[in-house]
């Protein structure tokens, strides 16, 4: 097991967002966790990534307990976060926006995984010198998730790595992902909006709810289910939130 | 046309702001109290409310049709949303390096005189605040407003070491460097979460602190008479001054028959070469990750974290780094001055080096040697000018925002660039990492 979340609760100040999560990740797979607005989602991530703390329960990477770590160390573990929004530098070039994806790792490396990442993303080759907030929104997205791989992740963590981007553009993105994680052996963990496409794409899924996870099984299982087709994909979200809350 | 079609929205906005200067100008310059035989008596004078209101009013006018004119200039303004960093720019090292001979040659120039080596010792002084205060501001983007503390407790460092202990210039210039880089990691800590406005009240704070410690801790710093007396700095054990009992003097040891001006070309030379290690050293460190990390710190805090920096590490280094060489300048300024006192001290100070930083365009070297000499260069050139300096003072800083709301040289040099043959993307790539 690579990544092992167990019974964790985390939330802002006296809001709880989590409510117990326990979730499991193997080395090569691609999980997604999808979600409505305000269900946990990016929390889980951020406190996966240690801000905001864990109030109990533990994550385990490679069986190290890294709840309490500090964000840094945690990604010198070998996770990389890919921030929702994209969060990319504005005034730094692309190449510089790369370099600084690989600060975790040592600089004999550089060369090589410059090569192999922009040779995923031609279109971030054509803008090396081109200032990171210059870039279309896909292009930033490409940008956030190539500079996230510069720090030679075992575990990517995407969050809405769709959000605002044209359907076309999208489609392109899910498919470097997909290639990422069959290609360069990179384990996946996307947290998305986009429910038809991120349930293609995984290999296990999970629904969250107000800071639970309601269902789990295959993307495959998951796109079949009637009550994640009438929340998620065939209109509004009203219908399956209400059945939750009562339940 | 174009301009005439503007020119009436603009008489009316600028009849407003006359209107308006007349109404405040009423109370304040529009009556008199009258000293007279019979008592006191009101006078009126409304010419001078008058004189008030036509000033604001063509005033008002002719910048707006000023400010017309500049705005439908081709754009040049907007260097640094341009997409394409492009190729280096060629122009600013020959700037640069033309500044450098120009500075060297100067106490050689036909009509440098004792004057005008002075002024540019004062003006290299800020040149180096500027470029100390830009590592802190420019490139970690922390806005701090009491950096001034530094270069006091560096001056302080320099002027008690000295006395107390007979310490030369020499040894006191790295303590005091060091003095002042833990103040600023004292600095540091507490405000490790605070970004923007919150950071600046409370860097506004610590340097009004020190200023207060250093005005009311007589014992130690004298309180307000300050320290006088300090040692002037010696030519490598060699000191400036005619005769000294026991010891060679700088002219003796060279032949040359005395002159004061010895030490003037010699503190010139001083802050020269201690602004250029300065900037040296800032260019440098932003290639190396340190200096990387302040910039990225600088753009996004959320994916520094991200990307595995630590923020406070990273703050921490840059609030004692930019402190050094505030403290290295301070102790300068103390061995040239022989006297310091907390008056020197001011937040006026921390506002000037801050404007000069944010005028010359957050992180440009040669921008803020351009503003320095705008803000502290020309005021001094201009004293003649008495109580109306301070008001041109105020206007070069007005001018310069609506010339370049983002400062002088406002284009950010990438520091790693691609070479133009795709294999060699990698190489370059990995000789500046």
């Known amino acids: ?247 | 046309m174009g301009t005439l079609s503007r020119l009436t929205p603009h008489l009316k906005d600028s009849l407003a702001a006359g209107l308006l200067a007349g109404l405040l100008a009423l109370p304040m310059l529009g009556f008199r109290l009258v000293d007279s035989a019979q008592g006191l008596s009101l006078d009126y004078r409304f010419t001078w409310v008058a004189i008030a209101a036509a000033t604001v009013f063509t005033g008002r006018l002719i910048l707006l049709q000023a400010g017309d004119a500049i705005r439908r200039r081709p754009s040049q303004r907007s260097a640094s949303t341009q997409p394409q960093a492009g190729r280096p720019n060629k122009l600013r090292p020959i700037l640069g390096w033309l500044f450098i001979a120009g500075a060297l040659v100067l106490p050689w120039a036909p009509l440098a005189d004792r004057n005008l080596l002075d002024k540019a010792t004062l003006l290299l002084i800020y040149v180096m605040l500027g470029w100390g205060l830009n590592v802190v501001v420019g490139l970690a983007g922390l806005l701090d407003l009491g950096y001034v503390a530094f270069y006091a407790v560096g001056a302080y460092s320099y002027a008690l070491l000295s006395q107390n202990f007979g310490l030369s210039f020499w040894i006191c210039l790295p303590l005091a460097g060091l003095f002042s880089a833990s103040f600023g990691m004292l600095l540091g800590f507490p405000v490790l979460r605070l970004r923007g406005d919150y950071l600046a009240i409370v860097t506004l704070g610590f340097g009004e602190i020190v200023r207060v410690v250093l005005l009311n801790w007589q014992v130690v710093t004298g309180g307000p008479n300050g320290v006088s007396g300090i040692q002037r700095p010696s030519f490598f054990g060699l000191p400036f001054l005619a005769t000294a009992p026991g010891k060679t003097t700088f002219h003796e040891f060279f032949g040359l028959p005395f002159s004061p001006d010895h030490r003037i070309v010699f503190l010139y030379y001083l802050i020269l070469v201690l602004a250029l290690v300065t900037n040296l050293f800032t260019l440098r460190i932003r290639r190396l990750p340190i200096g990387r990390a302040w910039e990225a710190l600088r753009e996004d805090e959320t994916a520094c974290r991200s990307l595995g920096i630590d923020p406070t590490k990273t703050k921490l280094s840059a609030f004692a780094i930019g402190a050094m060489f505030a403290g290295f300048a301070g102790s300068f300024f103390a061995t040239r001055q022989g006297f310091i006192s907390p008056e020197s001290f001011s937040f006026l100070e921390s506002a000037i080096i801050l404007a000069i930083v944010v005028l010359g365009g957050l992180g440009s070297q040669i921008g803020i040697v351009l503003s320095a000499f705008l803000l502290v260069g020309l005021p001094e050139w201009f004293r003649d000018l008495q109580q109306y300096r301070m008001l041109a003072f105020g206007g070069a800083m007005v001018l310069i925002m609506l010339w370049r709301p983002r400062g002088l040289l406002s284009n950010r040099e990438p520091t790693i660039r691609l070479a133009s043959a795709p294999s060699r993307v990698a190489q370059t790539a990995e000789d500046s990492v």
């Open chain 1, 1 to 247: 097991m690579m990544l092992s979340i167990r019974q964790l609760q985390s939330g802002y100040g006296r809001i709880q967002a989590l409510h117990g999560i326990d979730m499991d990740i193997e080395a090569g797979e691609i999980i997604t966790l999808i979600g409505a607005n305000g269900a946990g989602k990016t929390t889980l991530l951020m406190t996966l990534c240690g801000k905001p703390r864990a109030s109990s329960g533990q994550v385990f990477f490679d069986g190290e307990d890294i709840t309490h770590l500090p964000t840094h160390e945690i990604v010198r573990r070998g996770i990389a976060h890919a921030p929702e929004g994209r969060h990319i530098f504005p005034r730094m070039t692309v190449l510089e926006n790369l370099q600084m994806g690989a600060v975790v790792t040592p600089p004999k490396y550089f060369a090589d995984d410059l090569e192999r990442i922009l040779a995923l993303f031609p279109r971030l080759h054509e803008r090396l010198d081109q200032r990171g907030g210059t870039l279309s929104g896909g292009e930033q997205q490409m940008l956030a998730i190539g500079r996230a791989l510069m720090s030679r992740p075992r575990l990517l963590m995407l969050d809405e790595p769709s959000l605002g981007l044209a359907p076309l553009v999208v489609r392109q993105i899910f498919q470097i992902i997909r290639e990422i994680n069959r290609d360069q052996k990179v384990t996946v963990f996307l947290v998305e909006q986009n429910a038809f496409h991120a349930l293609k794409l995984a290999h296990r899924a999970h629904v969250m709810v107000n800071g639970k996870i309601t269902l789990s099984g295959t993307g495959e299982a998951l796109l079949a289910d009637p009550a994640v087709r009438a929340a998620y994909l065939e209109g509004g979200n009203v219908a399956f939130d209400r059945t939750e809350r009562r339940a």
